[in-house]
């Protein structure tokens, strides 16, 4: 079934930690995105990619990094979590355009103590 | 730059009442909007967009361009629209509003 995976669903971990946040696709879709909610519920894109060894920074300054090696999976990088990165973290993916829908994931509750 | 605005961070209203959640963009080019809703303990899905021109659980949104509106409204609430919902602009990127928390009181 077409779908958005991500996984941890839920995750604390002390600070300095890294942490990798994974999300996959089985959509098909080129396009995959990024967004962090915060508790405000605002969302916030922090990074995205057109495809296989595309990945731009967003809106929202943030210190993680990405990948995307293959097209399905774009996961999520934090070398040294701390506090401030307590969030929702929401992967999406589209085809085409931007102006196409977005398909979002389950998303990622990251807490850091 | 292109900006989406959602004034009302919270609205409560009551079942049978009529609903307006507004969103104002700001944006040079011809825009293509949005609106997502997202339910308690579910993702953040495409509630309608403007080219489709459709009504979707009964609300429906118009683009005003002349006033860069493009409010989602419906007639008549009822309390399984309680949700958060994100108006969204697609320029160079989609860009999504605050979002307004939408409460429907039996």
């Known amino acids: 079934e077409a779908d958005i995976y991500q996984t941890p669903r839920y995750l604390v971990i002390g600070t300095g930690k890294k942490i990798t946040l994974e999300c996959s696709q089985t959509m098909g879709h080129d396009k995959m995105y990024w967004y962090q909610q915060d508790p405000g519920m605002e969302l916030h894109l922090i990074h995205y990619?057109?495809?296989?060894?595309?990945?731009e920074k967003g809106d929202l300054s943030s210190e993680s990094t990405v990948s995307r090696i293959r097209t399905e999976h774009f996961p999520l990088t934090l070398e040294s979590a701390r506090p401030s990165h307590t969030s929702q973290y929401l992967c999406?993916?589209?085809?085409?355009?931007?102006?196409?829908?977005?398909?979002f994931g389950p998303g990622t509750r990251l807490t850091v103590l | 730059a292109q900006r989406v605005t959602q004034p009302e961070k919270l609205l409560s209203v009551f079942k049978g009442a009529p609903v307006e959640l507004k969103c104002n963009y700001s944006y040079s080019g011809s825009p293509e909007l949005f609106w997502y809703v997202q339910y308690s303990r579910q993702r953040l899905q495409l509630l309608l967009r403007h080219i489709s021109r459709e009504s979707i659980k009964g609300f429906t949104a118009d683009l005003n361009k002349g006033e860069t509106s493009f409010h989602l409204k419906k007639p008549f609430a009822q309390e399984e629209d309680s949700a958060m919902y994100y108006c969204?602009?697609?320029?160079?990127?989609?860009?999504f509003g605050e979002g307004t928390q939408l409460t429907v009181n039996p």
């Open positions: 969204a602009l697609s320029g160079s990127r989609l860009t």
């Open positions: 990619s057109y495809g296989v060894n595309s990945t």
């Open positions: 999406a993916s589209s085809e085409g355009g931007d102006d196409n829908e977005q398909f």
